[in-house]
């Protein structure tokens, strides 16, 4: 069966930097679009940034300059990495395959947490 699985979240103040993991198997995940979506307490889940399979990207306009979204087909995986954490980048963050958020496969997530 399809399993996405996060990592790479934690605790960081601001200013600093993490670099989110995905891992994916039961896919073929080279033909797959892949996204980042994030949810904030008592917030809606919303897309933080995607990648075509073919490479191209799209970024959500509060991250544009901080992160930079990636993919490696060979490790069936796609990365995230955030650099100028602020503390309203705090929240949960998803990874998900396909490119818009109401189809595809969801992962658990994992914790950022930024401290001011």
């Known amino acids: 069966q399809v399993q996405l699985v996060e990592s790479g979240g934690g605790l960081v103040q601001a200013g600093g930097s993490l670099r989110l993991s995905c891992a994916a198997s039961?896919?073929?995940?080279?033909?797959?679009?892949m996204g980042w979506y994030r949810q904030a307490p008592g917030k809606q889940r919303e897309l933080v940034a995607r990648?075509?399979?073919?490479?191209?990207?799209n970024y959500a306009d509060f991250v544009k300059g901080r992160f930079t979204i990636s993919r490696d087909n060979a490790k069936n995986t796609v990365y995230l990495q955030m650099n100028n954490l602020k503390s309203e980048d705090t929240a949960v963050y998803f990874c998900?395959?396909?490119?818009?958020?109401?189809?595809?496969?969801w992962g658990p997530g994992t914790q950022v947490t930024v401290s001011s």
């Open positions: 998900k395959t396909g490119w818009g958020q109401l189809y595809g496969y």
């Open positions: 990648i075509r399979s073919g490479g191209s990207t």
């Open positions: 039961g896919i073929t995940f080279s033909i797959n679009d």
